[in-house]
Structures are given as structure tokens and as C-alpha cells.
């Protein structure tokens, strides 16, 4: 239930009617517009709707049937904008995630990393628990991958991305991440999400191999209830009966989110597709349908890289490519 208060009610107002739904059971997620407050009720309680639109202060009360509420545009009309070291995700703006898939040396990372800041980017990826499908394959260097990956971004005064796998991990990983990345495989690791709803820093939730849309909107729905509004979604591709690309880039999915919701989307090209050739159109085709942001995989030596050389950049490609995304979010009225 959605509790629209009038323009410019004041704050005794609003607390007035958040006392009155708590006291019935039911939790409270304001949003503050530019002109009015809307109080998010969620609860399987029964209330009386009529009981709160008596209430001084309110102007209306609206009951969601769709079973997302807090993620939806009907709670927040307007787009959320996550800023990370001064990067922005959402609205406007594109935010621009690179670097390795996995983190494998200290040199690597660096020399990947010394790169991609000077073409600009000032948010590093790279995996230290890698969800592989085979056991034998590389799993990631742990803890000591973060320490790199945060040691080498603060060397070139970047923020860090790093997909967490596991709630007992989440402490070690708000030492050395700004952004936390819950995988494809993740999405509906619904311990996972609830945890990471109780954090202070933002999430980066990918959809999942199979999901629908509204299975990934429902995964940042479990987050956002736990009371952490910043997430980032992320389409990277899903399966299909396609196998010529490594999985299928849903595009429509762009403006599909945004439509229902105010979250950020960004695309990840490099999970979608599977290789390197085809990263420069569909990262194009993703900036003109809307992204809000990008997530690409660069390796300073792709042809040795442990996992996923074939869909990483080497950074010079990277480098052209960021230049022509610059000239298309231009056309889209965004930046980056
Ligand atoms: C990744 O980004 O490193 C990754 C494993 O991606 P996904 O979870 O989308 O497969
Ligand atoms: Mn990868």
C-alpha cells in the first residue's frame, strides 16, 4: 500500500501517519519527492484503507496488487541516481564499470587498472570468488584478490567492484568494496539478498541465467525491504536456444525495467555475449536503448587471462570503444 501525502506536508504529519501504520503491524519506507512524501506500508496485515486516508496529511491511498512495491516507479516516481566515488548510475547519467574478470596477480590487476584509468573509468571489476561451473576450474585468489583489487584502485583513485557469493562473507567484503555484485547464479539466493539488505553500501544485482524480469525486480525487492535502497540491476544475457553467442542480450529489457521501476539498469555485454567481438555493438545498442550504466571486461593480456579471455577486451579496444560511447550517450542526452 502506497500513502501519498499531500504537497509540502510537514514532517510532524508524515511521522504521524508512520507511528499509525507501525503501530498495525506494518513497516515503513518513505520516499521524499520533489514536491510530496510517499510512505511505502508493507505488511500482510489488514488494514482499512479509509482509516488512513482520514489521516491529517494524506492525500491518497493506493493498494498495489503487483508484487513489487518498493522497486516500483508507482513508489518513487523518480529515477534513483546511486553515486559511487562520485560516479553516477541513474537519470542522466551512465556509469562505466571495467576491468578483469577474475583477479589474478598483482600486476595484472594494475596494469589493467593503469589503463582503464587513464581512458577514464574510475570504477574496477574483478572477481576473487568466481562462481565456475566446473570445480577444477580457476575459483578465484579470496580475500587476497580483494586486498588487490582495493590496494590497486586506490592507487588510481577508483572505486571497487566484487561479486560476494556467500552472507558470511559479507563483512570482509565491506572492507574492500564499494559496490557488492550478487552474480547470475546468485539472484535468487534469497539469505544472500536479505543480508545484503541490511548493509550501507550499494548492490549490484545480476539477472539471473533464466529469470524473468520480474524475478530480478522481485531479488531487488528482497533487498530493498531490508531497508538498502541502492541497487543497481544488471542485464547480462539469458539463455536461450541461441548457441552462437554465449548467452542472449536482452536489450528490450532496458526499458522494460524502466518503466516499471526507478532502479538504475546497466548491461554487462561480456557475460552476454561471450566474445570480444561482438562487446562494441552491444554495448552501443545498450547506451541508445537507455543504460544506465555498462560493465565490461578488460585484461591487460587477454589471450592468458584464467577465465573469460575470449569475451575481454585488450584496453586499447577498450579505450576506442569508451570514446564512441561517450558520442552515443551525447545523442541520448546522457553522460558519463
Ligand atoms: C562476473 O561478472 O564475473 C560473472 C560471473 O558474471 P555473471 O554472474 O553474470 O555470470
Ligand atoms: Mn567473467
Not at 551512465?94 to 582503464?116: F, H, N, R, W
Request: with cysteine.
Amino acid at each position: 500500500m502506497l500513502i501519498v501525502m499531500q504537497p509540502q506536508s510537514s514532517e510532524e504529519k508524515i511521522q504521524k501517519v508512520i507511528s499509525f501504520i507501525k503501530e498495525r503491524g506494518f513497516e515503513a519506507h518513505v520516499s521524499n519527492g520533489a514536491d510530496h512524501t510517499v510512505i511505502g506500508a508493507v505488511g500482510r496485515k489488514v488494514i482499512d484503507k479509509r482509516d488512513i486516508e482520514l489521516l491529517d496529511g494524506v492525500s491518497e491511498v493506493i493498494r498495489i496488487s503487483s508484487p513489487y512495491k518498493l522497486v516500483s516507479r508507482v513508489f518513487k516516481p523518480e529515477d534513483t541516481i546511486i553515486d559511487v566515488k562520485g560516479v553516477k548510475f541513474g537519470g542522466n547519467y551512465i556509469g562505466m564499470i571495467a576491468g578483469p574478470c577474475s583477479v589474478e596477480t598483482y600486476d595484472q590487476v594494475d596494469a589493467t587498472a593503469k589503463k582503464l584509468a587513464e581512458a577514464g573509468v574510475r570504477v574496477l571489476r574483478g572477481g576473487a570468488f568466481k562462481p565456475r561451473t566446473s570445480p577444477y576450474a580457476f575459483q578465484g585468489l579470496g580475500e587476497e584478490g580483494l586486498k588487490i583489487l582495493k590496494e590497486v584502485a586506490d592507487k588510481y583513485n577508483m572505486a571497487v567492484t566484487s561479486e560476494v557469493m556467500e552472507v558470511n562473507q559479507i563483512p570482509m567484503f565491506l572492507k574492500y568494496v564499494d559496490i557488492l555484485q550478487v552474480g547470475a547464479r546468485n539472484m535468487q539466493n534469497f539469505n544472500l539478498l536479505k543480508a545484503l539488505g541490511e548493509i550501507k553500501k550499494p548492490v549490484l544485482l545480476k539477472r539471473g541465467l533464466s529469470a524473468t524480469v520480474e524475478e530480478l525486480l522481485m531479488s531487488a525487492e528482497y533487498i530493498m525491504a531490508g531497508g538498502n535502497r541502492e541497487v543497481i540491476l544488471c542485464e547480462r544475457g539469458i539463455r536461450t536456444f541461441e548457441h552462437i553467442t554465449r548467452n542472449t542480450l536482452d536489450v528490450s529489457a532496458i526499458p522494460v525495467v524502466q518503466k516499471i521501476s526507478h532502479l538504475p539498469i546497466v548491461v554487462d555485454p561480456s557475460h552476454a555475449t561471450g566474445l570480444r567481438d561482438k562487446v562494441a555493438p552491444m554495448s552501443k545498442a545498450s547506451v541508445a536503448a537507455g543504460a544506465n550504466g555498462l560493465i565490461i571486461e578488460v585484461h591487460n593480456s587477454p589471450e592468458t587471462a584464467l577465465c573469460d579471455g575470449a569475451q575481454s577486451l585488450c584496453p586499447e579496444e577498450f579505450s576506442v570503444l569508451f570514446n564512441d560511447l561517450k558520442a552515443f550517450a551525447t545523442i541520448m542526452k546522457k553522460s558519463f
